[in-house]
């Protein structure tokens, strides 16, 4: 089976601190991704990458930065966590190179910024 | 970019009832559509996909048809069953790479009663 972990399951943070969430998965899959789940607006994603040390906008990156720099593992930072960044943060990944490859998903990491 | 509908955004049925959930979807080049099931406390998993070439594809009590020209897709679950409640969300995508593409309704919740 696959298996994507994520480091932290709960996180508090105090606004202004910077946050550090870390996702491995183990299958040697090329993409990996992060997406934010609030209530009501699903999915969206917020970095992807295809490829070591490659790193994409997906449509709401402001406020974070990622980093890939082995193949294994993918690290969503919040340079500055603000309140409104209160969320369920899900990392995924998938073999093949284009939308059509399965997402297999961690089990989330719910940070409270206060 | 792609923009992803879904309708209903809560869905209640009796057991044994069939379920219906509705997308559509605004890229004409859009040409997978995956739906994913996230249970309560779960992860999201894929339960079926589409892909632009077929019109409709099936898998035991799950099926899913797809209306290119109307650009809208849908899934059908019959004879649910409790085991069926859950958060589904639709996608619609094309490509990988930096250019990678895939955006995800809001999510229905369907709630199956016994």
């Known amino acids: 089976d696959v298996k994507v972990t994520q480091s932290s399951r709960y996180l508090v943070k105090r606004t202004g601190e910077k946050v550090f969430l870390e996702c491995v998965q183990d299958m040697d899959h090329e993409n990996m991704f992060w997406y934010r789940q609030d209530p009501g607006l699903g999915l969206r994603l917020i970095y992807f990458?295809?490829?070591?040390?490659?790193?994409e906008k997906g449509d709401i990156p402001e406020g974070y930065s990622v980093s890939r720099e082995k193949k294994e593992r993918f690290s969503l930072i919040l340079e500055s966590a603000s309140t409104n960044q209160t969320s369920m943060y899900l990392c995924a990944s998938s073999l093949l190179g284009g939308v059509t490859g399965e997402l297999f998903f961690g089990e989330g990491s719910r940070l409270t910024v206060l | 970019g792609e923009n992803v509908e879904q309708h209903p955004s809560t869905l209640s049925v009796q057991e044994g009832d069939s379920a219906v959930i509705k997308c559509t979807y605004s890229d004409s080049a859009s040409n997978y559509f995956p739906w994913y099931k996230q249970e309560l406390g779960k992860r999201p998993q894929l339960i079926i996909d589409?892909?632009?070439?077929?019109g409709e594809k099936k898998d035991q009590r799950i099926a899913v048809t797809l209306n290119k020209t109307a650009k809208h897709f849908s899934l059908h679950i019959t004879e649910t069953q409790p085991e069926d409640s859950a958060v589904y969300f639709c996608?619609?995508?094309?490509?990988?790479?930096?250019?990678?593409?895939?955006?995800f309704g809001k999510g229905t919740l369907l709630t199956v009663n016994p």
């Open positions: 996608a619609g995508g094309v490509g990988g790479g930096s250019n990678y593409k895939l955006t």
């Open positions: 990458s295809y490829d070591v040390k490659m790193k």
């Open positions: 589409i892909r632009s070439n077929v």
